[in-house]
């Protein structure tokens, strides 16, 4: 199972946006704090990153931004760290007997790309083929966001909602395609603001069988 660029040259994907592997590299300590001590170890630290900078914090407008930062990195944008916020995704039986192609197409998501803690946001697209059971639409869509909640390099982002599906679904028939703006490279570096990043991932019969490879892409119709 690999993945594939689908659209490689819409990115220069250099050495700064590979990632190094589908794990996101986390240390075995990282959950024995708990999330209110990081949220005061972290405002700590951004408030001297500020300080540094040179901003003046007693400015009513700036006072609060060191607990906002923290706040929002620990409990909301990179809440997806935390294997305790995982969705729990219930199966229910395929009763209707739908073993055709379920696709779920423009599930919006923002990450932040791990290089450099800016946006990676735009769209996902997801189908697999049921063996029997089927998951809720809206469990997809969660399992999108937990993942993206985390810092991210798209590649990986796409290869572990893949891999959750198969875990989740029992089929390795999964497909996922996300195509993202990334702010490093809209709002800084070449400043292009118009490339996206397409990547891909193909598994069991997406990967294997063209027909519903294509039958799935005809149904996203990438072309804006
Ligand atoms: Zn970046």
Same mark, same amino acid.
């Given at each position: ?13 250099? &050495? ?6 589908f /794990? ?9 704090? #708990? !999330?209110? @001590? $990081?949220v &005061? ?6 408030? /001297? ?9 007693? #400015? !009513?407008? @700036? $006072? ?62 997801v189908?697999?083929?049921s ?17 993206s ?76």
């Amino acid at each position: 199972m690999g993945i594939d660029i689908a659209r490689a040259s819409f990115e220069e994907i250099g &050495e700064e946006h590979v990632g190094t592997s589908f /794990e996101t590299p986390l240390r075995e300590d990282a959950f024995e704090m #708990d !999330d209110d @001590l $990081k949220v &005061e170890l972290i405002e700590k630290h951004f408030r /001297e990153i500020m300080n540094i900078m040179g901003l003046d914090l007693t #400015d !009513d407008s @700036l $006072k609060g931004t060191p607990h906002r930062v923290a706040k929002m990195y620990v409990k909301e944008v990179f809440s997806g760290l935390n294997p305790k916020n995982k969705p729990a995704a219930k199966l229910f039986e395929n009763k209707y007997k739908y073993n055709e192609m379920l696709v779920e197409k423009d599930i919006t998501f923002h990450s932040h790309c791990e290089h450099h803690f800016v946006p990676i946001y735009g769209k996902a697209h997801v189908a697999y083929i049921s063996n029997g059971s089927v998951i809720g639409l809206s469990k997809i869509n969660r399992i999108v966001q937990y993942f993206s909640k985390r810092p991210q390099v798209q590649e990986r982002l796409t290869m572990q909602i893949g891999n959750e599906l198969i875990e989740v679904l029992g089929t390795q028939d999964v497909a996922v395609i996300m195509d993202a703006y990334h702010m490093c490279v809209s709002s800084r570096g070449v400043n292009d603001t118009n490339s996206s990043t397409v990547t891909s991932f193909f598994s069991g019969k997406f990967k294997h069988d063209e027909q519903s490879r294509n039958e799935f892409l005809k149904y996203i119709a990438l072309e804006k």
